[in-house]
T-cell receptor, first 107, second 117 residues
Framework: EIVMTQSPATLSVSPGESATLSCRAS??????LAWYQQKPGQAPRLLIY???TRATGIPARFSGSGSGTEFTLTISGLQSEDFATYYC?????????FGQGTKLEIK | QVQLQESGPGLVKSSETLSLTCTVS????????WSWIRQPAGQGLEWIGR???????KYNPSLKSRVTISIDTSKNQFSLKLRSVTAADTAVYYC???????????WSQGTLVTVSS
């Protein structure tokens, strides 16, 4: 099983600034990584798949990168609606696993 | 617009079987993969397993001995059965759709299932 470890657990950033969220995999792979945004009481929302491809309707301020064991989600020019919890997920093999999440909070 | 909606008891007794059904509207189940994912309160997401429209299944090894996921394409539904539940199975349960690339674009709203002693 690939263990996905996200850091930091909580990130405090001011609106308008940028945030960089990290996701580390216990085994190396390329491409097969997705990112989700989740707000309280809601289902996760797909942001990024294939490491760097934005899902339909996702603003360009969200970008993904990485390969091997290190992956990154960058959010530029944070807006109020971006403060939420973010999860990474690999889909290279079974079982599919998610990271434990990074909570992005307003500084 | 694809929509997924879970149904089933919100309270299950310890040692019994948790049963949920996901009804899909707005598209057919054919040629997609349908998963169950759960999230204990304040915790991360755990993939439980998936079923293809042809009935093929894959399960998380951590739950495999207790899980059955089935599909009924005529009703546009798929189902989860989790046997011998304990308090550790208390969570919000989601159903979700993926293609052969197993990321999840469509999710249900989630349903809280509490296991009581």
């Amino acid at each position: 099983e690939i263990v996905m470890t996200q850091s930091p657990a909580t990130l405090s950033v001011s609106p308008g600034e940028s945030a960089t969220l990290s996701c580390r995999a216990s085994q190396s792979f390329t491409y097969y990584l997705a990112w989700y945004q989740q707000k309280p009481g809601q289902a996760p929302r797909l942001l990024i798949y294939g490491t760097s491809t934005r899902a339909t309707g996702i603003p360009a301020r969200f970008s993904g990168s990485g390969s091997g064991t290190e992956f990154t989600l960058t959010i530029s020019g944070l807006q109020s609606e971006d403060f939420a919890t973010y999860y990474c997920q690999h889909y290279i093999n079974w079982p599919l696993t998610f990271g434990q999440g990074t909570k992005l909070e307003i500084k | 617009q694809v929509q997924l909606q879970e149904s089933g008891p919100g309270l299950v007794k310890s040692s019994e079987t948790l049963s949920l059904t996901c009804t899909v509207s707005g598209d057919s189940l054919i040629n997609y993969y349908w998963s169950w994912i759960r999230q204990p309160a304040g915790q991360g997401l755990e993939w439980i397993g998936r079923v293809h429209s042809n009935g093929d299944t894959k399960y998380n090894p951590s739950l495999k001995s207790r899980v059955t996921i089935s599909i009924d394409t005529s009703k546009n539904q798929f189902s989860l059965k989790l046997r011998s539940v304990t308090a550790a199975d208390t969570a919000v349960y989601y159903c979700a759709r993926s293609s052969a690339s197993y990321y999840f674009l469509y999710w249900s709203q989630g349903t809280l299932v509490t296991v009581s002693s």
